[in-house]
């Protein structure tokens, strides 16, 4: 097929469910932590004063999300624009909420499937720039981007706004950041970035550092394997030397520049002193222990996998990619690539889940793993599907490429399959109908169905409680004054 007519393909399957992911968002509820976080809630309006997190450092002040202000300053700021510049277009004021929920979700799993696409791409060492490469690994990724299917389990972004203000967002500043480290790396050749470039990434690395603790946590575990690769690649030269007295040759990969490692030990000064005030977080508050947190991840993987069948059927998948691209596929400097890529995806993830348990519990995690806390796993799954696949489209002998594309397909097909816009489990019908109650009311108090929360994750039992929801739905246009409401 042309090459031109490839990308129209692609690009067309890409629309079609970007609009399929819109329409699924647009109809899911507004969470319970949107309003409290937006507004903010008392015990969230010291994180908005104190970025940083220096009464923590100098004063030991205990108080909720300490090391998590862009988190919290990126939702406030999208939620308190937007639905009014939807409104501002002819969008009416209850759905320019649900509007602004889905153009952000969509917005986000774009961005994590365009910088997943450019990884992979640059990984293989394509520098063509409408390369085949990069239409193909777009097809093989977005049927893996789950709204409902196999969203409990895998679902990059969520349901729930604020979770993916709060775990997918934030990845992407990760992918955005590393991006000049991975080039270099790959390229094998050091890293010399102009002095805005510099600035750039020293800017964005604050961002990156005070956000969501999952995308900490994942700057952690990079940073630790980059100092694994610098210890590996001095051991080897050290054997080296020492046969050849050649001292000089005592130095890092060569892609670790000295502006490289001067960037990313500032970056680790901002991690160690992110972690540091996060203990002061008021959140983190629960009574089990260390090891008691440790004994449960086994159970939390087992229940994990069990949950649904897309990520088994994509961790066999990549097993099988391995062992195709070790014993069948010939040597080449690629391959050794892909095999190392796989290699680091596998040592990541497994660090990972190690640090786990050091983030404390949450009672809607009891076991710890769940599909937002793994969320960098799963993205370097994709990763990892996306860059082993189609080295193998390419390098497989004719007959076994053939079998091989159409397992491909099949398994594409499953997860679209899965996630086609149908009848939806969780739908906001009940809570648009209580909003428009609201609307209408007169009544400073509304009675609504008890079957239904309204910016809550549960339905208040006592007006005093929708405070906060009352004056956001008046902030957000909803309704001309306050309105309060409970169960009926």
């Not at 409290?36 to 104190?50: E, G, L, R």
């Not at 489990?425 to 309204?454: D, G, H, K």
Request: include cysteine.
């Amino acid at each position: 097929m042309n090459k031109r007519y490839w990308a129209g393909l692609v690009v067309l399957l890409v629309l079609v469910d970007s609009l399929a992911t819109y329409w699924q968002n647009y109809h899911f509820p507004l969470d319970g932590d949107l309003v409290p976080t937006i507004f903010p809630a008392p015990w969230y309006s010291q994180v908005m004063h104190d970025p940083f997190g220096f009464s923590a450092l100098f004063q030991q002040a205990s108080y909720a999300g300490t090391n998590r202000f862009f988190a919290h300053a990126s939702l406030t700021l999208y939620w308190k624009q937007m639905p009014r510049l939807l409104q501002a277009v002819g969008v009416s004021s209850i759905s320019s909420l649900y509007a602004a929920s889905a153009l952000f979700t969509t917005l986000t799993q774009l961005l994590l499937l365009g910088a997943l696409v450019a990884y992979i791409k640059l990984g293989v060492g394509d520098k063509e720039r409408n390369s085949p490469t990069w239409w193909l690994a777009m097809a093989l990724l977005f049927p893996l981007f789950q709204t409902a299917g196999f969203s409990e389990q895998m679902g990059i972004t969520n349901w729930a706004i604020t979770y993916t203000f709060f775990y997918a967002f934030p990845l992407v500043w990760v992918l955005l950041l590393f991006w000049p480290f991975y080039r270099a790396a790959c390229q094998q050749r050091p890293m010399r970035l102009p002095a805005w470039q510099v600035a750039l990434l020293l800017l964005l690395m604050p961002v990156v550092a005070f956000n969501s603790p999952i995308c900490l946590a994942a700057v952690a575990v990079i940073l630790f394997c980059i100092g694994l690769h610098w210890a590996w690649h001095v051991s080897r030269r050290w054997l080296q030397a020492s046969r050849t007295f050649q001292w000089a040759m005592l130095t890092g990969p060569e892609w670790l520049s000295g502006q490289a490692l001067s960037l990313l030990v500032i970056l680790g000064l901002l991690v160690l002193y992110s972690l540091y005030i996060g203990q002061f977080n008021s959140e983190n508050t629960h009574t089990h222990t260390l090891k008691e947190l440790y004994k449960l991840l086994p159970q939390g993987i087992e229940k994990e996998l069990d949950l649904q069948q897309g990520l088994p059927w994509l961790l066999w998948l990549l097993l099988l990619n391995c062992s195709l691209v070790l014993f069948v596929t010939p040597a080449s400097r690629t391959r050794t690539k892909v095999l190392h890529a796989l290699g680091w995806v596998a040592l990541f993830g497994g660090l990972f889940l190690l640090l786990l348990p050091l983030g404390g519990y949450r009672p809607y995690r009891p076991f710890l793993v769940r599909g937002d806390s793994i969320l960098p796993i799963l993205l370097g799954l994709l990763f990892a599907y996306g860059l082993s696949t189609g080295f193998l489209l390419r390098e497989l002998r004719l007959g076994l490429r053939v079998g091989y594309a159409v397992g491909i397909a099949w398994f594409s097909f499953l997860f679209v399959q899965a996630d086609w816009p149908g009848p939806m489990i969780r739908n906001n019908a009940c809570e648009r109908w209580a909003l428009e109650q609201l609307a209408e009311s007169t009544e400073p108090v509304v009675y609504v169905s008890p079957s239904c929360p309204v910016l809550g994750w549960e339905p208040f039992y006592d007006y005093h409680q929708a405070e906060l929801q009352g004056k956001m739905l008046q902030y957000w246009g909803v309704t001309s004054k306050p309105v309060f409401y409970q169960k009926r």
